[in-house]
Every structure is written in structure tokens, then in C-alpha cells.
Nanobody
């Protein structure tokens, strides 16, 4: 059974860092492209970055501040977040990309506030 479990969220200070982790089970991470999605308050879930052979940042607002990576051996996908801004607040999910294809996990909430 395919399952995605995100973790790493929490309360962060503006300009601070956070690291999101996505554990994928029941599937082989190396065979797909993976992305991180964000659902802001009152907004639709949107793809902010994804990685195949190389990372692609669909949201120019996060480019230069977020880094997406994968560890095929561990079946994990990561999102390193830095220089956080209040606009980054939301629930973060991982899934295949650029089109999602797996049942969504619970996501990991991020709140950026002083």
C-alpha cells in the first residue's frame, strides 16, 4: 500500500529555517518525480517545487530560499526551507509531480511568525 508521511513542520521565526521530510512507503521513490505542495490559509494547494533528475522551482517566491532533494536509497524526499517569511505559512505535502498521483498524506503544518 502506497503511503506518504510528512514531518518537520512547526512554528518558525521569520528568516529562520525548517526542514520538511517526506517518507514514502509501498513505492520506489527513484522511479518518479517528486514535489512539495503547499496549501495556504484560504488558498488551493499548489506545487512549489519538484525534483526528477534536477530540482525545479515552480514558485519563484521560494526559489533561492527552499531546496528540494531526494534520497532514493531511503525513499525520502526533503524540503530545506530558509529565510522563512510569514507568506510561507501553510500545510506542506509531498506527492508525485508535476501532477499528483498518490493519496495525500496528512501534511505537515508550518507557521512563520514572531
Amino acid at each position: 500500500q502506497e503511503e506518504l508521511v510528512e514531518s518537520g513542520g512547526g512554528l518558525a521565526q521569520p528568516e529562520g529555517p525548517l526542514r520538511q521530510t517526506c517518507a514514502a512507503s509501498g513505492m520506489i521513490v527513484s522511479r518518479r518525480r517528486w514535489g512539495w505542495y503547499r496549501k495556504g490559509l484560504g488558498k488551493q494547494r499548489e506545487l512549489i517545487a519538484y525534483v526528477g533528475n534536477s530540482p525545479i522551482y515552480g514558485d519563484s517566491f521560494v526559489k533561492g530560499r527552499f531546496v528540494i532533494s531526494r534520497d532514493n536509497a531511503k525513499n525520502m524526499v526533503y524540503l530545506e526551507m530558509s529565510d522563512l517569511k510569514p507568506e510561507d505559512t501553510g500545510v506542506y505535502y509531498c506527492n508525485t509531480a508535476p501532477e499528483w498521483g498518490i493519496q495525500w498524506g496528512q501534511g505537515t503544518p508550518v507557521t512563520v511568525s514572531s
